[in-house]
Every structure is written in structure tokens, then in C-alpha cells.
């Protein structure tokens, strides 16, 4: 099995930056981020996998995905905070090998609990 846990949510300021993680045990090769805002669906900001890196339109270049093979953990840098982006953000993971893309939530088998991420202006 799969298991993941997020942390690193918290409230910041506009303009300020928060890394989030997610500690991953299991063999996985798709990883994710995705965000809810309340009221709104649940949407995705970026992925990698064994060809890359994808991301949302709303966060690109001021976010950046990566990971930590040595400890099994997966990031999501964040810069630029905007209040839009206050939400929920989870992490997610799949053990198939094929294209890994932030959009593809239905490719994600496996979810983290969420770390709550507040933005204010």
C-alpha cells in the first residue's frame, strides 16, 4: 500500500512564500498536488513524473513542484502567495508507469489528508 501525509500549510501574508511536503511510504511514480478552496472543486497544480513537470496555468512560475528520492518526499514550493490561492492542498500519488500531468486527478489512486493553506491580503 500507499501512504502520504502532508505538512507545511499555514497562514501567510500575500506576497509571502510556504513550502509544503509529503512524505510518501510505498513505491509510487506519479506524484501530484492538488488544491480545494471552499466552495469551489478541487483542482490541480502540478505534477511530476519520470518525463517532467506539469502545472496549472493559475500558479505557473510562481510554484515549483519537486521531490526527495533519498526521503521519499515530495514538495511544493510556493512563491507569491495570492489570496486565491487559499485552499486546501493535498498530495497525491499513483504507481503507474505513462504520462504524469496535474489535470489527470482521475490518474491519482492514492491521496494524502490535506494541510490547510491560508492566504490573506
Known amino acids: 500500500e500507499v501512504t502520504l501525509v502532508e505538512s507545511g500549510g499555514d497562514s501567510v501574508q500575500a506576497g509571502g512564500s510556504l513550502r509544503l511536503s509529503c512524505k510518501v511510504s510505498?513505491?509510487?511514480?506519479?506524484m501530484g498536488w492538488f488544491r480545494q478552496a471552499p466552495g469551489k472543486a478541487r483542482e490541480g497544480v502540478a505534477a511530476?513524473?519520470?518525463?517532467?513537470?506539469t502545472y496549472a496555468d493559475s500558479v505557473k512560475g510562481r510554484f515549483t513542484i519537486s521531490k526527495d528520492s533519498d526521503s521519499n518526499t515530495l514538495f511544493l514550493q510556493m512563491d507569491d502567495l495570492k489570496r486565491e490561492d487559499t485552499a486546501t492542498y493535498y498530495c497525491?500519488?499513483?504507481?503507474?508507469?505513462?504520462?504524469?500531468?496535474?489535470?489527470?486527478?482521475?490518474?491519482?489512486?492514492?491521496w494524502g489528508q490535506g494541510t490547510q493553506v491560508t492566504v490573506s491580503a
Open positions: 497525491a500519488a499513483d504507481s503507474r508507469l505513462g504520462p504524469c500531468v496535474y489535470y489527470d486527478q482521475p490518474g491519482f489512486k492514492h
Open positions: 510505498g513505491f509510487v511514480l506519479c
Open positions: 511530476i513524473g519520470e518525463q517532467g513537470k
